[in-house]
């Protein structure tokens, strides 16, 4: 069974300022999606952004980018430039292509953005 | 604007009566829709697999009779917490993976926040 991992429960970074949220899982099929999600305190869904396993490039979206590690198992979020927006839970999620829709989740980690 | 919504928002019930969550595909069809459960501050935990046609697929470890699901339509899939009880107060949200687009695209719903006193 796949399983995510999210060590981080609460972090915090100023406006501005970078901050580096880690992912790991686990997995024995070859070919999947990972993602992160925001939740802010509306608590609606937002893809943040996806990474497909079998693209050895990074993804970015904008400030957002991600490490992804393939034969570590881990897939990190940097936010740059952060905002007070950003202000909010973020999951990381992993998807098998034969699911398509079945999302499993890590934790999750809280991230406060300070002035 | 949205292209998932749910119905109602909020609810606060009495334990021991049946609610009922509708989710709707504003914009597409859904052969699929998915039932996810999330405690407060925690991670979301996929309940069930809601199937047009035919019966729901249920996780490990949640009572199919306990939250019903009804795929009464291409568009709409309704999740009913039968008997509740404060337990089952929990923020449920479903996705909707969109047909035709890339095989990762799906879409929330804005969530039910159910209260049960």
């Known amino acids: 069974a796949q399983t995510v991992t999210q060590s981080q429960p609460e972090m915090s970074v100023q406006e501005a300022e970078t901050v580096t949220l880690s992912c790991t899982y686990d997995?024995?099929?070859?070919?999947?999606?990972l993602f992160w999600y925001k939740q802010p305190p509306s608590r609606q869904m937002i893809l943040v952004i996806r990474?497909?396993?079998?693209?050895?490039q990074n993804a970015t979206e904008n400030r957002f980018s991600v490490n992804f590690q393939k034969a570590a198992k881990s897939f990190s979020l940097k936010i740059s430039d952060s905002q007070l927006g950003d202000t909010a839970m973020y999951f990381c999620?992993?998807?098998?292509?034969?699911?398509?829709?079945?999302?499993?989740f890590g934790q999750g980690t809280t991230l406060q953005v300070k002035p | 604007g949205a292209v998932v919504s749910q119905h109602p928002s909020r609810v606060i019930c009495k334990s021991g009566t049946s609610v009922k969550i509708e989710c709707r595909s504003l914009?597409?069809?859904?052969?699929?829709m998915f039932w996810y459960r999330q405690f407060p501050k925690q991670s979301l935990m996929l309940m069930a697999t809601?199937?047009?046609?035919?019966?729901?697929?249920?996780e490990q470890g949640v009572e199919k009779d306990k939250f019903l699901i009804n795929h009464a339509s291409l568009t709409l899939s309704t999740l009913t917490v039968t008997s509740a009880h404060p337990e089952d107060s929990s923020f449920y949200i479903c996705?909707?993976?969109?047909?035709?687009?890339?095989?990762?695209?799906?879409?929330f719903g804005p969530g039910t926040r159910l209260t049960v006193l």
């Open positions: 999620a992993f998807m098998t292509p034969g699911n398509t829709g079945k999302l499993i």
């Open positions: 996705s909707v993976p969109k047909a035709g687009g890339r095989s990762d695209t799906q879409y």
């Open positions: 809601s199937n047009e046609g035919s019966k729901a697929t249920y």
């Open positions: 997995t024995s099929e070859s070919n999947y999606y």
């Open positions: 914009d597409f069809q859904a052969t699929t």
């Open positions: 990474q497909e396993a079998y693209k050895q």
